[in-house]
């Protein structure tokens, strides 16, 4: 009966299937490794993210435009490019039903029959599915306040450690690295560098030692030093290895014992290029752990991280930072507006 | 989360009954499904709407054939269009000519570069290669660190860069250090960058005309979403890659980056990452990963595991008694034995494709332990009583319970249960009976006799 699973074909792939490649955006490249850039001029910064997020605006706008321009009527035509639109956005094909379908209520009801109108109301629809009520993130209501990073491997959440303890460090703060990471090779490392790089102490094992003994030492150092804020590394799993979650539960539990109050934060790092599948981390570590917000990383490139639309809407989860880049100022509180005006 | 597409198509089509052909008509719904279901597999829009109508061209006219509903008939379609798509059989890696042999990873930050130079340094020497590490990553803190150690782990030589060095320094170096070290495959190691990083671009480039690689492989994220084609194009664009390599597979994600890597590049998935560990790497399976794409559960591995076990002699010598009708509970028992050595039922459960199914079987209940039990029975007869069922009357049957500490009840099942299956085999053999649906849960039933 599944015989035919077995089946190889002999000929060669006949028909592939080409899809035409968006023209690579020449995004002017920076060596943001640098150190230098700490001294970069505030304006810099802000010019160069305007510019970031405006060429890709840019392109998106421009693909919006095509579908609206010179139309007089919203029709299933129309609605269908939105849809391309919305998916290749990686909002999934449920959110964007739901978008659309609002959408094609609203115009069934006469409320809406401008083409042009359409995209301020989708943009709306994203703007308050992504404004999630939730306490602000506020580091300086506890001392220490203890925030807990975590995500599945590859997604920046030892470089996002090292930008939000600068941005920490900026707003007047004292930040402490934990580098709970002692499985991956270098992991270590690596936090170490960023340490220097910004000046923060960090606590640290050897690679190999258990994630909670490290936790558990480090949290009595920031005490004793009195720190203001603790900013805990953990090793990339994936959500679905059951004896990795257990011992993230543990790094909680441990952290939890010594401070009944924290985590303050615990928070999941997200890679923009995800997609579909950011959905099923976010309910699995939500189940594991409870997770206080998002952030969503390498929305410098051409991904647009539209999954957390749907993320969002199913767990009410705010989105804390966004990652645009590798220098350590790239790291930037997230704007419902600016995102969904981003996407759409 | 969703059903899967097997019971979508299923309940699609169980209006259609009856229909000898499809006809473009009646495979249209299917078809939205299966857009759907690429699309939530994360195959990018444009791909997924090439593909259907790829698939509907080809299914269109196509007569259905008598062992399957038009639902199978469509996935059957769809899957072997979707293996052919992403290359039909597992494609290696070209390392011939004179050694040593250069194979250039590239890819996103992130994406698993470093883990995977380390594995595939394992899989070369386990396959008789002498491969060295070239670390070209000098931007990201301490990857060269990383792959140091992890060459240390399993004992490759790793070329001792630093972060202050140019990659196209480490780069030159590369061939006098494989050289130095007698190796003959080079596995270079680079940096993560965005494809629309222009300058990083350009230096790949730059490595590729210092190294002249033999293999350009890009390693990509299998949860990448929509961007794939963006990124994968890019990189194709100005390196030409030869090959792909999937990594993160281990999740649960369905991995539809794959047929739009493969569909903007036209480049075979080599292999694929499967775990954080160093032997965490595998060829890739094209039909494999297209039963994964639709959400239809590695029904392969499976069938595989099942051929290992119930060996061909066995299976030919239980048909030769199916047709003289002398399937006796002697080889009842055998079936159930190999039964259990395939593994735990739930863990074959789960090797099926699909939630609905799963609940279904749930409904069933089955037990482990009923196994156990049933096995015990058949062991409590005397082997006259094994040979010949209608033998067994009431007092053997206290007899039997009382030795296999079951029930009379449960003798009874089971007795019921290898009658069934007796039927069974006797329709099928016969021929002339087609299995319909009532026969087919009756088939299911007589071979879970619990």
């Known amino acids: 009966m599944l015989k035919w699973f077995r089946k190889k074909s002999q000929e060669p792939p006949s028909e592939e299937t080409r899809t035409e490649v968006g023209e690579a955006q020449a995004v002017q490249a920076e060596s943001d490794s640098s150190a230098e850039q700490t001294q970069e001029a505030q304006g810099g910064f802000f010019a160069r993210l305007r510019d970031r997020l405006a060429k890709s605006r840019e392109r998106l706008a421009d693909q919006v435009d095509r579908v609206v321009l010179g139309k007089k009527h919203i029709d299933a035509t129309l609605l269908d490019d939105l849809e391309e639109v919305l998916i290749t956005a990686d909002l999934g094909v449920q959110t964007t039903r739901i978008l659309l379908d609002h959408v094609a209520e609203r115009v069934k009801r006469r409320e809406l029959q401008d083409p042009a109108k359409l995209r301020e109301a989708l943009r709306d629809e994203i703007q308050a599915i992504l404004s999630v009520d939730a306490p602000p993130f506020d580091p300086s209501r506890a001392k220490p306040f203890v925030i807990m990073i975590i995500g599945v491997n590859g997604v920046g959440k030892t470089t996002t450690i090292g930008k939000l303890a600068y941005l920490i460090r900026r707003s007047g703060l004292s930040p402490m690295l934990v580098a709970g990471d002692t499985f991956r090779a270098a992991a270590v490392e690596q936090l170490e560098r960023w340490a220097d790089r910004i000046g923060v102490p960090i606590i640290r094992q050897q690679s190999g030692a258990d994630p909670s003994a490290v936790v558990f030492d480090a949290l009595d150092a920031a005490l004793a030093r009195q720190v203001d804020v603790v900013l805990i590394d953990t090793a990339g799993r994936m959500h679905t290895k059951v004896n990795l979650m257990e011992e993230l539960k543990k790094v909680h539990r441990v952290i939890q014992r010594k401070m009944p109050e924290a985590p303050h934060e615990v928070l999941l790092v997200l890679d923009a290029t995800t997609g579909q599948n950011a959905m099923s981390q976010a309910r699995l570590f939500q189940e594991a752990l409870g997770i206080t917000g998002l952030i969503l990383t390498k929305l410098d490139g051409t991904a647009k991280g539209g999954v957390i639309v749907p993320i969002c809407h199913e767990l009410k989860l705010p989105v804390r930072f966004i990652g645009i880049g590798e220098g350590m100022d790239d790291l930037r509180p997230f704007d419902a507006g600016e995102f969904a005006r981003a996407v759409l | ?450």
């Open chain 2, 1 to 450: 989360m969703f059903d899967s597409l097997s019971s979508k198509l299923q309940k699609v089509f169980r209006h259609l009954k009856g229909y000898g052909k499809l006809t473009e008509q009646n495979i249209q719904d299917a078809l939205r499904e299966v857009r759907l279901a690429l699309l939530e597999a994360d195959v990018h829009y444009k791909v997924a709407k090439d593909f259907v109508k790829t698939v509907a061209e080809r299914a269109v006219g196509q007569e259905v054939m008598r062992s399957l509903t038009p639902g199978q008939q469509v996935i059957k379609i769809v899957n072997e269009s979707l293996t052919e798509l992403m290359g039909g059989t597992a494609a290696s890696l070209d390392l011939s000519g004179k050694p040593p042999q250069v194979l250039l990873l590239v890819g996103l930050q992130g994406s698993g570069k470093t883990t995977t130079a380390g594995k595939l340094a394992h899989h070369l020497g386990k396959n008789g290669r002498k491969p060295c590490l070239i670390p070209a990553d000098v931007y990201r803190p301490a990857a060269i660190d990383q792959l140091i150690t992890l060459g240390s782990q399993i004992h490759v030589p790793v070329y001792p860069a630093s972060s202050q060095d140019k990659p196209e320094d480490i780069a030159a170096a590369a061939v006098p250090f494989a050289r130095e070290n007698q190796c003959d495959v080079i596995l270079v190691d680079t940096a993560g960058r965005l494809h629309i990083d222009t300058e990083l671009m350009d230096e790949l480039k730059r490595l590729k005309g210092i190294l002249l690689p033999k293999e350009i492989l890009l390693v990509a994220d299998a949860m990448t979403g929509q961007d794939a084609v963006q990124v994968a194009g890019a990189f194709h664009e100005a390196l030409q890659l030869t090959g792909v390599i999937l990594t993160k597979l281990d999740g649960d994600a369905r991995g539809g980056a794959a047929l739009s890597i493969k569909a903007v590049t036209g480049c075979p998935i080599k292999f694929v990452g499967v775990g954080e560990k160093l032997d965490a790497l595998e060829v890739f399976h094209p039909d494999r990963m297209s039963s994964r794409i639709l959400g239809m559960g590695d029904v392969l591995t499976i069938i595989e595991k099942a051929q290992e076990v119930f060996e061909e002699e066995e299976a030919l010598d239980l048909a030769r008694k199916f047709r003289e009708d002398a399937f006796t509970l002697e080889d009842f028992r055998r079936q159930l034995r190999q039964m259990k050595k395939l593994g735990s039922l739930e863990s074959i459960l789960k090797m099926l494709p699909g939630m609905g199914m799963l609940k279904e079987l749930k409904k069933m209940q089955i037990d482990e332990k009923a196994l156990v039990r049933t096995e015990a029975i058949i062991n409590s007869m005397t082997k006259e009583e094994r040979r010949d069922a209608s033998i067994i009357n009431a007092s053997r049957k206290r007899r039997i319970a009382m030795g296999s500490g079951t029930s009379v009840q449960e003798v009874n099942q089971l007795l019921r249960s290898y009658q069934d299956a007796r039927r069974m085999m006797r329709q099928m053999m016969g021929g002339g009976a087609k299995p319909g649906k009532k026969a087919k849960k009756k088939k299911v039933k007589a071979f879970f006799p619990f």
